[in-house]
């Protein structure tokens, strides 16, 4: 079949559509698909992602480039992410379906509003006192240029899948040694492990010195991948949904690590709370199979 060329035609920066002379066929249809999503980073086609990014630096540079608004923004982020599992707490004590999804189920009611208040009070007194001044010094020493181009679709999938592989290894690396050198783990760890069945809020339930590395592991990879500033925003912002989901204390039939089985979820990481060992990395579990430190749920615990 002799592909004739496609003419795309853009509205608002944001429609890349061919239309329905340039496509006789699936094939092209595939064809075009695949176009747009591989446009270069400063190609000769517009990103479909830069009338996003337009927005964004038009609208919203100042929350990018201010030493204060990230973090508050990432704090309202995280209350958010986690409010539709308060309302699953909530409805545990009285909606059967609901209490069947719970990984702990047996182990007594689920966490109570007066839990979920003192934690947010906590989460937000460290964040106040220590993620605050930390990002706000970030926010000084980086580069206050952003550029005008956005990336392409294939360019910020590629990102924010290295940064997480990326995350994925530090985090697994630190986690381990804060498990495996005592002083650590009493004084930097120990804090979070106070929920022996976690709870969605409880993510950022941690010490101020646990918090201020887990900030500084995500800003190194996104760092050292090189990231366009909207894959990094893009990442940050997943990186949330997946720690609040670890922590979420459901094992949901549309969850993420049920659509994609490289990811451990919430039953994999409430292993880790209930045995104190075990299962170190945040998200993917290739780490724990090869370290042989992957536990089961089924498994008993046994000492660090």
């Known amino acids: 079949m002799q592909h004739e060329e496609f003419s795309f035609k853009a509205k608002n920066c944001c429609t890349f559509l061919p239309t ?10 595939m064809l075009a698909v695949m176009s747009v999503l591989s446009t270069e980073h400063g190609g000769t086609d517009a990103p479909v992602l830069q009338w996003l990014w337009e927005y964004v630096r038009e609208e919203h540079e100042v929350v990018l480039l201010s030493p204060y608004l990230p973090v508050c923004f990432a704090f309202l982020t995280h209350v958010l992410l986690c409010a539709p599992f308060l309302a699953l707490d909530a409805l545990a004590g009285v909606c059967q379906r609901v209490q069947l999804w719970r990984i702990s189920a047996g182990s007594g009611p689920p966490p109570s509003l007066q839990q979920w208040s003192d934690c947010f009070w906590r989460v937000l007194y ?5 993620v605050l001044p930390a990002t706000a010094l970030f926010q000084a ?13 294939w360019r910020l999938f590629v990102e924010v899948v290295a940064c997480f592989l990326l995350f994925d290894t530090l985090f697994f ?17 120990q804090l979070h492990h106070q929920h ?9 339930d941690a010490s101020s010195a646990e918090l201020l590395s887990l900030l500084l592991l995500a800003l190194s990879s996104a760092w050292l991948v090189g990231c366009h500033p909207l894959s990094e925003a893009f990442f940050h912002l997943f990186n949330s949904w997946l720690a609040v989901e670890d922590h979420c204390g459901y094992d ?6 049920r659509l994609l089985p490289c990811l451990g979820g ?3 990481h409430q292993a880790h709370h209930i045995f104190h060992s075990g299962n170190y990395a945040p998200y993917f579990t290739h780490w724990d199979h090869l370290f042989g430190t992957y536990r089961a749920s089924g498994q008993k615990s046994r000492p660090n």
């Open 266 to 268: 919430a039953p994999f």
């Open 20 to 29: 329905a002379d340039d496509v006789s066929g699936p094939g092209e249809v």
């Open 196 to 204: 022996r069945i976690p709870f969605a809020l409880a993510a950022q």
């Open 173 to 189: 690396l630190w986690h381990l040694v804060m498990h495996r050198v005592p002083w650590l783990y009493r004084h930097v760890h």
């Open 252 to 257: 949901l039939p549309w969850a993420l690590h």
């Open 141 to 153: 020493l980086r580069s206050p240029a952003l550029p005008e181009l956005a990336p392409s679709c």
């Open 126 to 130: 460290r964040y106040l006192s220590a």
